[in-house]
């Protein structure tokens, strides 16, 4: 009967039919960890039915086509002190670095050379001077103006956010771990506030960013309670894309014995945002390779049309201690063959149909 219960949950979310916060939180249940797949049977069907259902929906808007995009890590300074980062500011194990703008254009200028437009530049928050950021954006738009640029460099302020936007800068990813204030104030030190996190999303779409957020699942206190209404959240805001990473435990962090996401969680996640979402741009982060060999393939069976790749310079790979997005080279000729067999294409350049990207959104009030 619960099989049958939750299957037809599936149904209703794939046909376009609400359901609510509770039924949504008895799916995500299902999910959660491997002691409630193996307390039920036929659990491992359900979650066949669900990513066979999050690929189809997600072909019937995007087709075939994997995008890849490219991230770099600009810097592992930060003002912050949130309590599971590894670059933390109070984090004294780790040498700090801050990329130049000359670096950056070195690392963008190959993968440019063959047809990737789509680069993100992360930082921890402040860790550059917000007019050194108006400097690099400008510098790389000037000599590749036809790319997509992505910042995520943390909450800023609104001037700095529209001096940014000004130089050249096209979307803004800000992170997010929780929506629920109790275990937000868990997870952050006293002087951070959740309200100002959320209130920086409705600034940035103000100032005509197209907002993106990365949510990462398995984060200690996370619950299927607070996952779904993650979902509610992201459903009733309206990003352009959503970034689903696994919680990987830093070892310099109070939490480097909490368990690390499972592929299980993380693609049915993924699936139900799909389904949720059916335009939404979802990446299958290469942080799925840190916790399985196939993460990135996984997590575009599970409805994920998009591959972000780190490609921050080797000699700063060694300048943190957490496995962070992980590194698969964007060419890589297995990744491209496994896909094939699979019957995607991938594609290094793309322009967003405002048909297919764009989301509805209720308006802050």
């Not at 050379?113 to 930082?123: A, E, N, T």
């Amino acid at each position: 009967m619960q099989v049958k219960h939750l299957k037809s949950l599936i149904n209703r979310i794939d046909y376009g039919n609400n359901i609510s916060n509770d039924e949504l939180t008895e799916l995500i249940s299902l999910f959660y960890d491997e002691y409630s797949m193996a307390d039920l049977e036929g659990s491992e069907d359900l979650l066949m039915l669900l990513k066979s259902r999050a690929r189809a929906k997600s072909k019937s808007v995007w087709g075939n086509r994997i995008y890849q995009h490219c991230m770099i890590e600009i810097s592992n300074r930060c003002q912050n002190d949130c309590y599971y980062c590894d670059i933390r500011h109070g984090n004294t194990e780790i040498p700090r670095y801050n990329l130049k703008k000359s670096e950056i254009l070195e690392t963008i200028k190959p993968y440019y050379k063959v047809g990737i437009r789509d680069f993100i530049l992360l930082s921890g928050e402040k860790a550059h001077k917000s007019d050194e950021i108006t400097d690099i954006v400008h510098y790389i738009k000037s000599y590749y103006p036809d790319t997509t640029l992505t910042l995520g460099l943390g909450i800023a302020d609104k001037k700095a956010y529209n001096e940014w936007r000004e130089a050249g800068a096209d979307k803004y990813m800000l992170r997010e771990e929780t929506i629920d204030e109790a275990r937000y104030m868990m997870l952050h030190p006293a002087y951070m506030k959740l309200e100002k996190q959320v209130d920086s999303l409705y600034d940035l779409r103000n100032l005509g960013y197209q907002v993106d957020m990365r949510f990462t699942l398995g984060t200690p206190y996370q619950s299927p309670d607070s996952l779904a209404e993650m979902l509610c959240f992201i459903k009733d805001f309206g990003p352009s894309s959503v970034a689903l990473s696994p919680f990987v435990p830093s070892p310099d962090s109070e939490f480097r014995h909490h368990n690390e996401c499972s592929l299980t969680l993380i693609t049915a996640m993924t699936s139900l945002l799909r389904l949720l979402m059916p335009k939404l741009i979802i990446p299958a982060t290469s942080t799925m390779d840190a916790i399985s060999e196939q993460g990135t393939i996984q997590g575009i069976l599970s409805g994920a049309n998009i591959t972000i790749h780190n490609i921050t310079p080797d000699i700063y790979r060694n300048y943190r201690s957490d496995i962070n997005f992980g590194s698969v080279n964007p060419v890589d000729e297995a990744l491209i063959l496994g896909l094939d067999k699979l019957g995607y294409e991938l594609f290094y350049r793309h322009d967003y149909d405002t048909k297919r990207s764009s989301c509805a959104h209720a308006p802050r009030i």
